[in-house]
């Protein structure tokens, strides 16, 4: 490949990450504080990782809540879980703008 070419390729992917920031990786946003190095991820919906809210937080597919009044709101508009790897406390959960 042409190194021009290479180098229109590269602005063009660094331009649509600025116009598009959720196209960054999540660990980019993450809060240091919530994620370790692999605490955090976006749920899956394929996988089956669902999170149904209710009154008192988000019921998540494995049983756990995400109570209210801890979730913060996702910059790219997806469900995220931080939890602690071998006891799967929730460190802390993301949700869509919108959600209350």
Known sequence: MP??????????????????????????????????????RALSEENGETALEAPDGWHLWDGRVARRGTAKISPDKNFHLCDEPTTKAIICFFVPPGST
Do not use: E, K, Q
């Open 3 to 40: 190194r021009w070419v290479r180098a229109v390729l590269v602005v063009a992917s660094a331009g649509a990450l600025i116009l598009d920031p959720s196209l960054t990786s999540a660990h980019d946003w993450y809060p240091a504080w919530c994620c370790g190095d692999n605490d955090c």
